[in-house]
């Protein structure tokens, strides 16, 4: 029932001090009028009478006089007790305004409690007390009625005591519920929470990583639970509620993984679960060198079908050049020597880097992992007794710091063939005395010599092995990190000696060279060998065309092999790096041996080194 109903009639207040003061003189002119009225019968009954005598008027006079004083008097007092009622009266109307305003944060606390109990589903009840302060009669006798249409809104006045009690109810229902919560988690065992896996830098490089994390700790995990499909060779790592995935090898491209961790325990006991997530590797591309006689050199970074490709960087004479995950490093030719640029792989932000003087520059690679560039260095002005010849130089990427010169013995070593090992900051090399060694530019250890040899072959990812050719022509596979060594099994069928090999994960590309009994070449071909020696080829051309370097991408996926076709009429540009004016890339797929597309250009990006002449 609304407590506006039983209000009496209030009647209308002055509220400012002008008002007040109005009302006083109309009160003061009202009860003048009253009192003359009252007196003028009296002067007109006197003056009817017979005449008086002096004193007689002299005493009506004073009386007259002491008559309207006192009416002066009485209006003004009436005047002040009207003053002093209003103001009483004002002040009632603001304690009035004053409980009401009370009442509407009664009736909001209320509003936000109701709300909290409607979302926790508890409809927590709610004993309103109904009862509103009221203004004594005394005080609402001077009031006016409130308009219902526009007087403000009324609710229950709410006790803070009951408020901490509700407010106590939610915060235990929210205790239940993390119990409740954690009590399920455990019954159905670990989940996984957050996956962390970068797939464009997977098939980049090796050492990329899927990183697991279970909404709880989880018990020791043996490295047999854990499994990738397609099958690629990896290592685990687990700790707390995380479990790490590092891939030895990169991946294929265009490829959906699932990776499975069987039978996962939570550190606490209770049920086992698999964790399993699954993530696909992006399309890859290749960048490849295209040089021009009559114009600029160019680099171009394509997609595998060949229709997109795109130009990135050009030169009027590109030497060589390498990539990173997401660097390019070229070598141009000045009329004074060679420059090396290092850019972002689409051409932009390019910096030069110092060299160890005014010289050339060729056989450049990069560690990516060791974020350096390799390369050799002759000192343009080079004599017999002066000038540096084919000396190693290797300077981090970014610039930061200078050329240094591999030493041997204390003395710079002019080097006839050398390579990064991949996924490491080591450098294997042959000097010209024939003298197979290794160092690591990320340690103090010095050089290591791993014997004598007339040139490498290559270094397989992943593994820390390399294929050497001895000085008696026999292959071996060196471990680098122990130095042992074993004989390359022939392939099956046995082509022969091959010229250069190209290892990949699962396996290496063989070319080898046909000749007839003279010795003269009849033909050439890539092979591809897989593990156990079985021998498929991928590429054979006959005696006018020459294959001028065979690749794998990063995964072995693919076979990126270099061939100039028509060699009698096809001449060697005259270039730092001499080769063939037109040369074409072919892509083939390595499972079906299936050419994709063939490419104008040379210097695949997959390679790790330039092609040989």
Known sequence: MSTEDERPEIPAVPRTRAEMRAAREAAEAAEAERITR????????????????????????????????AAREAVRLAGEREIAEQEAAARKMAAFEAAAREDVEAAAREDVEAAVAADLGEGLERDAVSAVPVAPESVLAGLTPVDTATSVPRGPVRNPRRFLIALGAVLGVLVLVGTGLGIVS?????????????????IESSGSRVIITANQALADIDPEQVTVEPAVPFTVDASGRGVGIRFTVPLDESTKYTVRVADVAGRGGGPSTDLRTTFTTPASNIF??????SGDDTIFRTDLSGENAVPVFSHEEINDFRATST??????????????????????DERELKLPGVGFVGAIQVSERGGLVGYSYSDRELSDTEGRASVLVTQSLSGDDDPQIIEVGDAEASVFVWQFVPDSAAVLFIDFDGALSLVDR???????????????????????????????????????ADGSEAPLAASDPDYGTATSITPFPGGTLRHVVQRDANGIPVGQAVIRV????????LVEVGSSDRILQACASPSGQYAAVALAADMANNPYDGMLLPLPENVETHLIDMDSGKELVALTGFDASWCQTAPRF
């Open 327 to 348: 660097q390019l490093v070229v070598s141009v030719a000045e009329d004074d020597g060679s420059r090396l640029l290092v850019m972002d792989r689409d051409g932009t």
């Open 288 to 293: 490849l060198l295209r040089r021009d006689a």
């Open 186 to 202: 455990l019954l159905q065992g670990p989940r996984i929470s957050e996956v962390q896996v970068d797939p464009a830098q997977a």
């Open 530 to 537: 897989d593990e156990d020696g079985t021998a498929t080829p």
């Open 442 to 480: 990320s340690t103090d250890a010095g050089v290591q010599s791993l014997g004598l040899a007339s040139t490498i072959q290559g270094i397989s990812r992943g593994t820390y092995t390399a294929i050497v050719e001895r000085v008696d022509g026999s292959v071996v596979e060196i471990n680098l």
């Open 38 to 69: 009252a007196a003028a019968p009296a002067e007109q009954t006197e003056r009817s009478a017979d005449q008086p005598d002096a004193g007689a008027d002299e005493a009506a006079v004073r009386e007259a006089a002491a008559r309207e004083a």
